[in-house]
């Protein structure tokens, strides 16, 4: 049974129609990436799968347990977004820190308000996250002293706390300079092969070929293109996305 | 008239006009924070109401204000006003409210959706992302509006004179009014020694805040 299963998911802003009925599906421990220019709907697909926005159709299953349904998504309760939330954790484009709160207090905000444990359980386990994504000197540094880098790296920390089922990155490194992608990057590698299952919108093609186990083109809404990174950057079906990967070559080498 | 004699009775005076002023920001601080979620609510009609009523405090004089809030009671319901300083506190927490709500909604609106958003997707509730994410924030961004705002209440308190409350230049006037003139230029030192300990006040809490950036 895959861990996510999404089927026919539309969204519209006001005309616009953004998503056109998207479906795929993504099993545990899997890297997805999401590729294809700006405007196509990645972010937004993202985004509703976070519950950030509320998609206008379509059926989101976690699990095999259907969390969402387009025909009812206007009884959820807030507290039934906020539980539907949890199975996701998601990293942002801008990091998105609590600029008041020290890397410690970032990560175990949420934990302790969501009484997820005592509070020496709740730090221990924060610190553990910190170290993984190596930042054990910066614990008590705020988020104003740290790089871009090490603020994304933080915010993965953060996600990770509460144990999310699929963990998001929307363009993880589109506000970083090139020399501090790569250390956010690493993070993610390293996820990978702790096994999390992770859906990644991305600008990084080379990132997107070498750590996914499948890769989803995204064009004016719909899928284009789905398939294992070789599929894709190797033997790209479609002429959108030949036109894409060329284009991409030739600005990014 | 000795001067420590005009001291006391200026002192005096200038205890309303301290009373005054720490009751107006005890009432309009969270009348304020309620005025500025009504004015951001999504509920258009209510919004719109409150828009006119802080439209209408603030395009009115606060003595104008003090005026109605004190006849106007006794005038259409046959009930005077008799106690002064409870007409000039409704009036002051009445407008200031409308002020610090404008300013309260700017900090608000000035914190970034990403703040709101990563608090989303960490399942926190609505209450949870205002008081333990967002409020401090914007506490540190409206600290020099606010403080700009209490210092002109300061000396603002002294215009409840016009409803005859007690407070430091109506003292000063009285005196005046024997042909002492120098009393009413001399309470200029205790405005100028209160807001010089606000300006500390209010140095120190930004110097407090000055921990993050935001």
Same mark, same amino acid.
């Given at each position: 049974?895959?861990?996510?299963?999404?089927?026919?998911?539309?969204?519209?802003?006001?005309?616009?129609?953004?998503?056109?009925?998207?479906?795929?599906?993504?099993?545990?421990?899997?890297?997805?990436?999401?590729?294809?220019?700006?405007?196509?709907?990645?972010?937004?697909?993202?985004?509703?799968?976070?519950?950030?926005?509320?998609?206008?159709?379509?059926?989101?299953?976690?699990?095999?347990?259907?969390?969402?349904?387009?025909?009812?998504?206007?009884?959820?309760?807030?507290?039934?977004?906020?539980?539907?939330?949890?199975?996701?954790?998601?990293?942002?484009?801008?990091?998105?820190?609590?600029?008041?709160?020290?890397?410690?207090?970032?990560?175990?905000?949420?934990?302790?308000?969501?009484?997820?444990?005592?509070?020496?359980?709740?730090?221990?386990?924060?610190?553990?996250?910190?170290?993984?994504?190596?930042?054990?000197?910066?614990?008590?540094?705020?988020?104003?002293?740290?790089?871009?880098?090490?603020?994304?790296?933080?915010?993965?920390?953060?996600?990770?706390?509460?144990?999310?089922?699929?963990?998001?990155?929307?363009?993880?490194?589109?506000?970083?300079?090139?020399?501090?992608?790569?250390?956010?990057?690493?993070?993610?590698?390293?996820?990978?092969?702790?096994?999390?299952?992770?859906?990644?919108?991305?600008?990084?093609?080379?990132?997107?070929?070498?750590?996914?186990?499948?890769?989803?083109?995204?064009?004016?809404?719909?899928?284009?293109?789905?398939?294992?990174?070789?599929?894709?950057?190797?033997?790209?079906?479609?002429?959108?996305?030949?036109?894409?990967?060329?284009?991409?070559?030739?600005?990014?080498? | 008239?000795?001067?420590?004699?005009?001291?006391?009775?200026?002192?005096?005076?200038?205890?309303?006009?301290?009373?005054?002023?720490?009751?107006?920001?005890?009432?309009?601080?969270?009348?304020?924070?309620?005025?500025?979620?009504?004015?951001?609510?999504?509920?258009?009609?209510?919004?719109?109401?409150?828009?006119?009523?802080?439209?209408?405090?603030?395009?009115?004089?606060?003595?104008?204000?003090?005026?109605?809030?004190?006849?106007?009671?006794?005038?259409?319901?046959?009930?005077?006003?008799?106690?002064?300083?409870?007409?000039?506190?409704?009036?002051?927490?009445?407008?200031?409210?409308?002020?610090?709500?404008?300013?309260?909604?700017?900090?608000?609106?000035?914190?970034?959706? !990403?703040? $709101?958003?990563?608090?989303?997707?960490? &399942? +926190? @509730?609505?209450?949870?992302? =205002?008081?333990?994410?967002? #409020?401090?924030?914007?506490?540190?961004?409206?600290?020099?509006?606010?403080?700009?705002?209490?210092?002109?209440?300061?000396?603002?308190?002294?215009?409840?004179?016009?409803?005859?409350?007690?407070?430091?230049?109506?003292?000063?006037?009285?005196?005046?009014?024997?042909?002492?003139?120098?009393?009413?230029?001399?309470? !200029?030192? $205790?405005?100028?020694?209160?807001?010089? &300990? +606000? @300006?500390?006040?209010?140095? =120190?809490?930004?110097?407090? #805040?000055?921990?993050?950036?935001?």
């Amino acid at each position: 049974m895959p861990i996510l299963e999404v089927k026919n998911i539309q969204k519209s802003f006001g005309k616009t129609e953004v998503l056109k009925g998207l479906s795929f599906s993504l099993d545990k421990g899997e890297v997805l990436s999401i590729i294809g220019s700006s405007g196509s709907g990645k972010t937004t697909l993202l985004r509703c799968i976070n519950f950030l926005e509320i998609a206008d159709e379509g059926e989101i299953y976690v699990n095999g347990k259907r969390i969402f349904d387009g025909n009812s998504a206007k009884n959820l309760t807030d507290a039934e977004i906020r539980d539907n939330r949890l199975h996701f954790g998601l990293v942002f484009q801008s990091f998105n820190l609590f600029p008041q709160y020290n890397v410690l207090q970032n990560i175990t905000l949420a934990p302790s308000l969501l009484k997820r444990g005592t509070e020496e359980e709740i730090k221990a386990k924060a610190l553990a996250l910190i170290e993984r994504v190596g930042l054990s000197d910066k614990i008590n540094n705020y988020p104003c002293e740290l790089s871009g880098g090490q603020q994304q790296r933080v915010a993965i920390a953060r996600a990770l706390a509460l144990e999310p089922d699929i963990l998001c990155f929307d363009e993880p490194t589109s506000a970083l300079d090139p020399e501090l992608t790569g250390e956010v990057l690493r993070v993610i590698k390293d996820l990978k092969s702790a096994d999390s299952t992770m859906i990644v919108v991305t600008h990084e093609m080379e990132f997107a070929r070498n750590v996914s186990d499948k890769v989803i083109f995204m064009a004016d809404g719909i899928i284009e293109e789905i398939g294992t990174p070789d599929e894709i950057f190797l033997n790209p079906k479609s002429q959108k996305t030949r036109s894409f990967l060329k284009k991409d070559i030739e600005t990014n080498g | 008239m000795s001067f420590q004699q005009v001291s006391l009775s200026l002192a005096a005076g200038f205890l309303e006009n301290c009373r005054l002023f720490l009751e107006t920001l005890l009432f309009s601080i969270p009348l304020g924070l309620i005025i500025s979620f009504g004015s951001m609510s999504k509920f258009k009609p209510l919004s719109f109401l409150i828009k006119i009523f802080v439209w209408c405090i603030r395009g009115t004089p606060l003595m104008l204000q003090l005026f109605v809030v004190f006849y106007v009671p006794g005038l259409l319901f046959g009930v005077p006003m008799r106690n002064r300083m409870l007409a000039a506190l409704v009036a002051f927490v009445i407008n200031y409210a409308c002020y610090f709500s404008e300013i309260f909604r700017g900090g608000i609106e000035s914190i970034p959706r !990403g703040q $709101y958003e990563a608090g989303q997707v960490l &399942g +926190l @509730t609505k209450a949870q992302i =205002f008081f333990k994410i967002v #409020l401090l924030q914007v506490v540190k961004r409206i600290v020099p509006p606010m403080s700009n705002e209490i210092i002109t209440l300061v000396k603002d308190t002294s215009l409840a004179r016009v409803i005859a409350v007690g407070e430091i230049l109506l003292a000063a006037e009285r005196f005046a009014g024997k042909g002492i003139i120098w009393p009413l230029f001399y309470t !200029g030192a $205790y405005f100028l020694i209160f807001c010089g &300990g +606000l @300006t500390i006040l209010f140095g =120190f809490i930004e110097k407090k #805040l000055s921990y993050f950036k935001a």
